[in-house]
Structure formats: C-alpha cells, structure tokens
C-alpha cells in the first residue's frame, strides 16, 4: 500500500494473516484526518478508529485558537490585560512552540496568528504589498512577548491584540498522541495523518512496511519518490500549492513570520523522525530558513533527516538520510 504525503490516500481493506486494515477519513481541527488501524476483526479496528477520533476531538477543544470556548482562544481574547491559567498539556505544547522559536530564531513562531493577511495566493494578487504594509502586518508577532509562568501554568500575550496558534504543530501533535495511545491499547500498527502531518507504527498486515509517497512539488499529480517507513513520523511543508510569482521570483504561502515577506528558495521540504510534532516545527522552520542555514540546524538533531526541493528542481538530502538510491525529480 502507498500513502501520498500530502494528498488522498488509497482506501483499501485487507485481510492476512488473521489482521484487517481499516481506514477512515473525516473533517478534525479544521483539517483532514486519514486514520488507519490494524486489528484483529473490522468491528475491532472500526472502535480504535472511534477512540483515535475522539482524542483528537479532545485535543481540539484545548488548543483550537478559532473555537471560542478553548483555552487558547481565551489566552487571546485576554492578550494585554491578564494571563490566563490552562492545563498542563496546553503549557508544555506553548513551551515547546517557543523553544522551536529559540532554536529557530524566530523562524517558527506561534503567535504568527495575529498576522494580517495581506498576501493574498487565490490569483487575486497583481503587485507585491508596501514594505509599510508588510511591517504593519507582523507589529503583533513576537514569540519574545509571550510569557509562561510554570509555576502557575499561566500564558500571558503582552500587546493587545496579540494571537497564538499552534497550528499544524497542533496536527502533530494530535497524531503523536493517538499514536502514543493506540500502542499502550496493543495496537500493533496503524497510521493517524493530519493534513499530511503522518504518525505511523507497526506494519502492514501483509508484513510489509508502510510506503510514504512523497508528491513532485512541480507536478502535484506524480512522486517524486516512496519511502518506506515502519515507525516514525513524516511531514511535508511546501509553496507548490498556493503561491505568486512577481518579477519571476516566486514567494510562497509560507510567511516568515520576523519579516511579513512569503519564503523563497524552497519548493518543498519532507523532515522524517521519532515525533511528527518535532518534524512538523522542523519542515515549517527549514522552509523559513533555507537550504544551508535548515541543514545546519537539522545537524544538531540527528534523529531527524530531511529531503528538500529548491524551487530550481535540486534535490537535496540531510547526510543522515538512508536511502535506497539517489533522488531526482
């Protein structure tokens, strides 16, 4: 079986060696889920899926910065006034968020959702924003005015005005902890992808490992490559969907979140783990930074690789990733 990363999956049942796959996909934090179990029986399979909807579901209404009730949405609606207690889990994940920020020099930035969107990539667009427009539109993005207090599990945002959200690191998230918890249930392998952001374990049950198709940033309808993966996550950041070009240069939906200006040089790239949240802050964090300033970083982690595309067609790779052959598009 291969899965596309991003894009649809093959729904497919089967049945081996007294194990059935079972898929599911359904609408989760606003975005895709293909869910994927191997039991035992069908009935089985159908319930874990069930359980893996309803932890993601829950986790939905801790960080969602879009529902008002969350917590995260209050932490917003409170940014200049107060800070505001939440859970555990939504501490450690903002504290986490911010030490990507660290790493990353800004690179990933969890209060980018108080960015004005001023670039606009459905086609609309005819000239680039004023630099007095794209400065105005970051004036409440700052990692460095987010402050945690640990000892009473309070975030406070000091601008008024001032947003956070973890997007897809939340996907991620999500999908490390359906993973985490499918395993302590004895599920032996399956797969929990958020709009691309892919946690996998175990095998398929005809023995073989899972085969991540990883789609050619130039040709949205082919691969470019697949890769086998039997545990681990994968993640794919890319401008190949929606971006402009002006002057021949092109500029992606992926904003840096220190400059308000669309990234530029990277078309796509694929990080590959232990953790898809940590892949997740690296994918978006290289595309910000670029070929040699991303590999730089990756080095210090070497749990994780990565394959990169220019926007010129080179393929490169981390050093530590293990291949089969040569990549090309």
Request: aromatic share 8%.
């Amino acid at each position: 079986m291969k899965y596309l990363l991003p894009g649809l999956f093959l729904c497919i049942v089967c049945t081996v060696n007294a194990q059935v796959l079972r898929k599911r996909t359904v609408k989760l934090m606003g975005s895709r889920f293909d869910i994927s179990i191997v039991a035992n029986d069908s009935l089985s399979a159908e319930r874990y899926i069930d359980t893996v909807i309803g932890e993601v579901t829950r986790i939905e209404y801790l960080i969602s910065d879009w529902k008002p009730e969350t917590q995260i949405s209050q932490v917003n609606s409170n940014a200049g006034i107060r800070p505001v207690k939440v859970d555990k889990e939504v501490f450690d994940l903002a504290k986490r968020a911010i030490h990507f920020s660290e790493i990353t020099n800004g690179a990933f930035d969890i209060s980018f959702a108080a960015m004005d969107r001023i670039w606009k990539f459905d086609g609309s667009m005819t000239e680039m924003p004023s630099p007095e427009a794209v400065k105005k539109s970051v004036e409440k993005v700052g990692y460095k005015n987010i402050i945690l207090d640990s000892i009473n599990s309070t975030i406070f945002l000091k601008l008024p005005g001032m947003k956070i959200g973890f997007g897809a690191l939340g996907e991620g998230y999500a999908a490390d902890k359906c993973r985490e918890m499918m395993i302590v249930k004895g599920i032996k392998a399956g797969i929990v992808n958020g709009s691309g952001d892919m946690s996998t374990w175990g095998k398929q049950p005809n023995g073989k490992d899972w085969n991540i198709g990883i789609t050619n940033p130039f040709h949205n309808d082919k691969l470019f490559a697949v890769v086998p993966l039997r545990e681990g996550s994968v993640t794919t950041s890319g401008s190949y969907e929606k971006f402009v070009v002006f002057d021949g240069r092109r500029y992606s939906h992926i904003i840096n979140p220190s400059t308000g200006y669309p990234v530029t040089g990277l078309s796509s790239v694929t990080v590959f783990g232990p953790g898809t949240e940590t892949a997740n802050g690296f994918s978006t964090s290289l595309m910000v930074l670029g070929k040699d300033k991303g590999l730089a970083l990756l080095q210090q982690y070497p749990d994780y690789s990565c394959i990169m595309i220019t926007d010129d067609g080179q393929v490169i790779t981390s050093k530590n990733l293990k291949l089969r052959k040569k990549l090309r598009l």
